[in-house]
């Protein structure tokens, strides 16, 4: 080709390279566009809604509840600037996104940023790498996520299409919870006694609690479904304090996918999901519309000896009819199936129905579990007492409070930014590097509690070198009493490669563990009165959270982080912190 082009005449030249050009500027344009940047403003603001017949102010992005969708495809880069006009102290995490060398936009305050002050602004900045499905963010400071969360829906690339039936219509489903009350007061409140905090007044399905006794039904969801299509519904559990039962009278769903990886799709009349988790399901219309409504609810599994909000979140399937009348006169006629749920405590419908979660592991969306360990953690997690201190009058007996622990470590928050004293160095009289990788004493975790419950407190990590192979078995334990507790991990994915009753059995149980197609995700539950091994590849440099997603527990203290340290090569470190990087 080379010498048949120097001997052309130079119009014929010129008119080649136009050619070659216009062949070639489709490639050229696809490649430049292949990566979007998508640009989004969140305004924290105060606005008034009413739900249970009443009103009050909330805390929102943009004024509204919940929050706006945020939707990108997989590779894109989302730039979202963060204005707070509120008089709380705000900090947003995009939960599930990996994070990949940005740990700085990760979000929650006084891990990996101090929080954005009232008049002060943010921009976070990531991109969304080897990630797709449903996401969502939240507020990460106090409870303030009670009211500010929303979806993330991430697409895949251009021109790639689902591994499963293309959806009719994709609707995102957020399930929440409502008090009456203030919830900082709330919380604060709780703090200051050293008791349970009070429970919420209801729960929601997209901010809406559905028909209550002498409340509006206007404060209901309504989904209307065309009969023999296909709804991809994108289901999210923002709750604070409560994992969640789902069900849509008479009808099945298919699961596809949990915390944006695609899964082995199965069938279920019920999807459980902890507060953290995301699960997608398809949802089958009927073949002819049915002379009946039937009732999209979600209520609480609860396992702890502790009361919880036991209402049940209501909303509406209606189908089109093809009619001339009104489809809203029908329905008023029309009867209302519930569906019907198992008992709020049943762990057995629990344990099973995590273990049919399993990952795609094909060629396409590979299960890359590690099979080896470098580090082994064995974690308990649950609650205890602490000390009040003197001047403070706690309602525990001797002047204790109820703690939760990891470890029987309760993490107290420094006053400025983990991964800010980690990055410069400067982890003097912030955080110890020596949290314990056991319990510092062995007992019967799921028996009879030793007689000493009290906890210690510190703001401990774990450091890991780049790429450490990590296995980590958490332990629930029946201090107070037993519990689920749903564990979220920043800035990974792990593999949920066992779970059991009990005690767990170093010897015996990893012969059964799953290497072969376990399910990934962000947060796991830790089955009440059981234990659940992950493993994950430590290969993204920063400080991360482990928490629980129970908020209550997060505020008693059972939370932690682990610092992954830089790797050699330039694309395994860590860059600067960004210049508006919110101060303490």
Known sequence: MGCAYLSMPGFMKAMFLMLFAVMILPELTHAKHARVTRHYKFNIKMQNFTRLCQTKSIVTVNGQFPGPRIIAREGDRVVIKVVNHVQYNVSLHWHGVRQLRSGWADGPAYITQCPIQTGQSFVYNFTIIGQRGTLWWHAHISWLRTTLYGP????PKRHVPYPFTQPFREVPIVLGEWWKADTEAVINQATQTGLAP???????????????SNCPAKDTFKLRVKP????????INAALNDEMFFSIANHSLTVVEADAVYVKPFSTKIVLITPGQTVNVLLRA???????????????????????DNTTATGFLEYKKHSLSSNKSNTKKLPLLRPVFPKFNDSVFAMNFHNKVRSLA???FPAKVPKTVDRRFFFTVGLGISQCSKNQQCQGPNNTRVAAAVN??????PSIALLQAHFFNQSKGVYTTDFPANPPFKFNYTGTPPSNIMVSSGTKAVVLPFNTRVELVLQDTSIIGAESHPLHLH???????GQGNGNFDPKKDPKNFNLVDPAERNTAGVPSGGWVAVRFLANNPGVWFMHCHLEVHTSWGLKMAWIVQDGKRRNQKLPPPPSDLPKC
Not at 228 to 235: F, G, P, S
Not at 491 to 497: L, T
């Open 362 to 364: 094909n060629a396409r």
């Open 408 to 413: 029987n470590v309760t993490f107290v928050m």
């Open 152 to 155: 993330i829906v991430i697409l």
């Open 228 to 235: 023999e299509k296909t709804y991809l519904l994108r289901l």
């Open 198 to 212: 009070n429970i919420s007044d209801a729960h929601t399905i997209n901010g809406l609690p559905g028909p209550v």
């Open 286 to 308: 009927k073949s002819k519309a049915p002379n009946a409504t039937f009732a999209i609810s979600a209520r609480p599994y609860a396992t702890g000896p502790a009361a919880f």
């Open 491 to 497: 800035g990974f994915n792990f593999f949920i490669v």
